[in-house]
C-alpha cells in the first residue's frame, strides 16, 4: 500500500509495563487502543473529537508528528504533510502506557508515508531509543506479552502470544506522570538486592508461562524494584490489593508507574471481578481488560474522514 492509494488507519494498543517485578522489561498489550485515521494534506493538521485530546498542538508540533517527521528524517525522508483524526480510549498519564502507543503511532506513520519498509525489529529499536525501554512499546507493536532488554544500543525481546489471562484496572481521577513516579525510586541498588530482585522477576515469568497464577501473584507482591517506592503514592493500592484477592484475583501490581492498579485474574472471570471492584470503588474507573494479540496495525480506509 502507498499513500497515494487513499486514506489510511493506524491502530495501537494501550500496555501495561512492569507487572510487578517486571521493570522496565516486561509489557502486556491491552485492548484499548490509539487511532489514527489519515490522509495526505497541504500541510500538518491534526484533529479530535475526545475532549482528553483537544489541548494538544493541531499541527506539525503534534507529538505524534514530530516521531514521525524525526524518524523519516533519520533515514533522509521529508513527509508528505497528512490530515489526521487522532482518537484515543487510552487514559492520559494514569499508566496504561498512552505515550508508549503515540510514539509507535509516529513511527508507523512515518514507515507508511515516507515508504520506508522498516522491520518490527528496527521499529522496536527507534522507539525503544526514544522511550529508554522495551516494555510498553515492544507491547504495543507486537501485541501479547513482551519481555525484552535494551543494552548497549541493542534490544532484544520475545513476545509471547500463548498466554491467557484477563485484568480489571482501577483508573483513578487524578493523573501521575511519569517522571514524578521515577522520582522516588532509588539511584542504584546493593548486589544482594540485585539479585534477590531479578530472582522474582524471573520466577514471574515461569509462573506467567507455566499459568501457576497463585506463584504468579505472589512474585507481583514480592517485588522490590519499584512497587515499595511507589506505592505511597497510591493511597487506595491497599485497599484495592486485598478487596480484589478477596473477590478472585491472582495478583495486583501497579499498571507502569501508576496510578491505575491492574488486578490479574484467570480468563472468563474478569466481569464479575469488575462488577465486585466496581461497587466496592465507586469514585475510580473500573474497567475489565484483555490482551490484545495483534500489536500495532495498519490498514486502509475506504470512507472519507473528513467533513
Known sequence: MTLTAGKFVIKIPASSANLG????????????????????????????????LKDFPTDEKHFICQIAIQTAAKFGKELHPCKIKVESDIPLARGLGSS????????????????LGLTKEEKLLLATEIEGHPDNVGASLYGGLVIGSYQQGEVDVVSISDIAFEMVAIIPKESLLTKDSRGVLPIEFSY???????????????????????????????????????????????????????????????????????????????ILLEKSLNTAFPDMTVKVLSIDFTGSNVSQLNNCIVN
Open 100 to 115: 508508549a502507543s503515540a510514539i509507535i503511532a509516529g513511527i508507523e506513520l512515518a514507515d507508511y508515508v515516507g515508504e
Open 192 to 270: 544482594q538486592s540485585s539479585i534477590r530482585a531479578s530472582s522474582i522477576s524471573n520466577v514471574l515469568v515461569a509462573a506467567l508461562l507455566s499459568q501457576n497464577w497463585e506463584l504468579a501473584g505472589k512474585m507481583m507482591e514480592k517485588d522490590i524494584f519499584h512497587q515499595p517506592y511507589r506505592k505511597p503514592l497510591i493511597p487506595f493500592y491497599d485497599d484495592v490489593a486485598i478487596f480484589a484477592k478477596s473477590e478472585g484475583a491472582f495478583g495486583v501490581a501497579l499498571s507502569g508507574a501508576g496510578p491505575t492498579v491492574l488486578c490479574f485474574c484467570a480468563e472468563g472471570k474478569g
Open 21 to 52: 517485578p517486571g521493570f522496565d522489561s516486561m509489557g502486556v498489550a491491552l485492548n484499548l487502543y490509539l487511532r489514527l485515521e489519515v490522509e495526505k494534506n497541504e500541510k500538518w493538521e491534526c484533529f479530535s473529537t475526545s475532549d482528553e
